[in-house]
C-alpha cells in the first residue's frame, strides 16, 4: 500500500478549522441530543456528513463566478453550460435546474402517476420519494451478491438483468414509466455499474420499447472504474467512457452537488422532443425560464467549469485513490468495512465493530458519537436509526445492516486530514470493548434520523 497520495493542486485560500477539545465537544454533542445533524458545523473538525456539495471550486471556476452572465434569457454562462453538456451526453435537450431533486420533479410528475412502476437498480431516496409522491411504485433490483458487504466483486452497483425481465413481464411495459440506472449506485455504497450492464439494459429498453434514465451525478467516478476494471476500457479517457455511457440512455438527471464540482445546481437532459416540451414547461412554473432553471449566470459558468475538470485524469484518480486510502487503511487496522470501498465514501460496519452492543441500542449511533467525541468527525449512521422501523408490539424491525458513512468532500481535506482520522479509529479500536449503545429519547413521525434525540445506555 503506498504511502502518499499526491493531491493535484496547492491550496490558494484557506478556510481554518477551530480545533476543541473531547471534553467540549462531549459537552456540546450531548447538548445536541447526541445526534450530529444538530450541531453546528463550526464544532466540526473533519466533516464526512456527506459528499453533496461540499466540494471545493477551482480557482477558473472562481475565475468564471466573476465572468458569470445574469442576464434573463440567452446568457452566455447558458451556452457555456448548454454546450458543454450537449457535448457530454449527446442530448439535444438540456434543461438546467437548482439540483439534482428539482429535475427529479418534474421528469417523474410528467411519467409516473398512480399505477405505474419504476424499475432501478437502487432509487435514491428523493429519486423514490418524488415517484412514490405520485403515486407510482418504485423497485429496486440489485443482484443478490451485490448484497454481500464482504464480496470482492468489480462492479456491486449493477442492475439484475434477469429480475428486469420477469418485472416487466409481471407489470407489462405499459405500466413501467421508466428504468432509472443510478451511477455510481449512491445507496448501495457509492458502488460502481459497469458498461456491459448499461448495454444489457439499453437492448431490453429497445426490445420493449422503454425509457432508460441515468441518474448519473457519479458519472465520472463511474468513468474510472469502468477504465480500470472493465475489459476493452483501459485505453479509453474517462470522457470518452462518460459518453459513451451517456449515448445508451434517453435521458440524464444530475446532481451537479456531486461531479458537477460545484455548491448546488442540477440537470435534466433528453433526447426526445415532445417530452423535452412537457418538462420545460413544468420547469418554467417551478425553477425558471429555460436558459437558466433554478440557477444564476455564475453557477451556470462554475458548473460548465466543472464538468470539464472532473474528467481530468490526475483529479479522478486523486478522487478515487484517496477515498479508498482511508478505507484500505481502516481494513488493515480490522475495521470492518463496506468491500471493494467505492467512489464517494467508505461504509463502517458497526455492527461488527461493537458486537457486544445490541441493534436496539443502535451500534451505528455508538460510532458516530464516538467519531465526534474523540476527533471531531461529523458522520452519518445508515443502520437501524436511519431505515429501522417499529412492529405492532412497538419492537425494532432493525436495518439490513449498522453502518457508519465517512462521506469524502471533493478537493477538500487532505492526506494528514485524513490519517488524523485514522488516528482516531486507533483510539476507538483501543476502548472498543467499553463502548455502549444509545436509545432514543424523542423521535419524529418521519426521517427521524434528521432529528431524534439520543441518551447513552
Ligand atoms: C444527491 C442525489 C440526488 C438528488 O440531488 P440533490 O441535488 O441533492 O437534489 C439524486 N440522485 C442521486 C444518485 C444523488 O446522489
Avoid at 202 to 221: F, K, P, S, T, Y
Wanted: hydrophobic share 40%; glycine share 8%.
Amino acid at each position: 500500500m503506498r504511502r502518499t497520495l499526491f493531491e493535484p493542486f496547492k491550496i490558494k485560500m484557506v478556510e481554518p478549522i477551530r480545533v476543541t477539545t473531547p471534553e467540549f465537544r462531549q459537552k456540546i454533542l450531548e447538548q445536541a441530543g447526541n445526534n450530529p445533524f444538530l450541531l453546528h458545523s463550526s464544532d466540526v473538525l473533519i466533516d464526512l456528513l456527506t459528499d453533496s456539495g461540499t466540494g471545493a471550486m477551482s480557482d477558473k471556476q472562481w475565475a468564471g463566478i466573476m465572468i458569470g452572465d445574469e442576464s434573463y434569457a440567452g446568457a452566455k454562462s447558458w451556452e457555456h453550460l448548454e454546450s458543454v453538456v450537449k457535448e457530454l451526453t449527446g442530448m439535444p435537450y438540456v434543461l438546467p435546474t437548482h439540483q439534482g431533486r428539482a429535475a427529479e420533479r418534474i421528469l417523474y410528475n410528467i411519467l409516473g402517476g398512480v399505477g405505474k412502476v419504476f424499475i432501478s437498480n437502487t432509487h435514491f431516496d428523493t429519486t423514490r420519494a418524488n415517484i412514490e409522491f405520485t403515486g407510482s411504485t418504485a423497485i429496486d433490483i440489485i443482484y443478490e451478491e451485490s448484497k454481500d458487504p464482504e464480496l470482492d466483486l468489480p462492479f456491486k452497483g449493477n442492475i439484475d438483468i434477469e429480475s428486469l425481465k420477469q418485472l416487466i413481464t409481471q407489470y407489462g411495459r405499459q405500466k413501467i414509466g421508466a428504468v432509472i440506472i443510478t451511477v455510481t449506485n449512491n445507496s448501495a455504497g457509492g458502488q460502481p455499474v459497469s458498461m456491459r450492464n448499461v448495454k444489457d439494459l439499453r437492448e431490453i429498453c429497445n426490445q420493449h420499447n422503454l425509457l432508460l434514465v441515468i441518474d448519473g451525478c457519479r458519472i465520472a467516478e463511474n468513468a474510472y472504474f469502468i477504465k480500470h476494471r472493465e475489459d476493452g476500457y483501459a485505453h479509453k479517457s474517462y470522457l470518452d467512457i462518460a459518453k459513451e455511457m451517456l449515448s445508451l440512455g434517453d435521458a440524464f438527471i444530475m446532481s451537479a452537488k456531486k461531479d458537477g464540482l460545484v455548491n448546488t445546481g442540477g440537470l435534466l437532459t433528453l433526447r426526445d422532443e415532445a417530452l423535452s416540451v412537457k418538462c420545460k414547461n413544468l420547469l418554467i412554473i417551478s425553477e425558471g425560464f429555460t436558459t437558466y432553471g433554478g440557477l444564476a449566470g455564475r453557477d451556470m459558468e462554475a458548473l460548465a467549469i466543472g464538468l470539464t475538470e472532473v474528467f481530468n485524469e490526475d483529479y479522478l484518480h486523486y478522487r478515487i485513490r484517496s477515498t479508498a486510502y482511508l478505507g484500505e487503511h481502516l481494513k488493515a487496522k480490522g475495521v470492518p468495512v463496506v468491500w471493494p470501498i467505492g467512489g464517494h465514501a467508505v461504509y463502517v460496519d458497526a455492527g461488527k465493530l461493537f458486537p457486544h452492543i445490541p441493534i436496539q441500542e443502535y451500534p451505528g449511533q455508538s460510532l458516530v458519537c464516538d467519531l465526534y467525541t474523540h476527533g471531531g468527525i461529523r458522520s452519518v449512521e445508515v443502520g437501524s436509526v436511519m431505515f429501522g422501523k417499529y412492529d405492532e408490539d412497538g419492537q425494532l424491525i432493525p436495518a439490513v445492516n449498522e453502518l457508519v458513512r465517512l462521506a469524502i468532500p471533493r478537493r477538500v481535506y487532505t492526506q494528514s486530514h485524513i490519517d488524523y482520522v485514522l488516528d482516531v479509529f486507533d483510539a476507538i479500536l483501543e476502548l472498543r470493548d467499553q463502548k455502549r449503545g444509545y436509545k432514543i429519547i424523542y423521535e419524529p413521525p418521519f426521517l427521524r434520523h434528521f432529528t431524534a434525540r439520543f441518551e447513552k445506555c
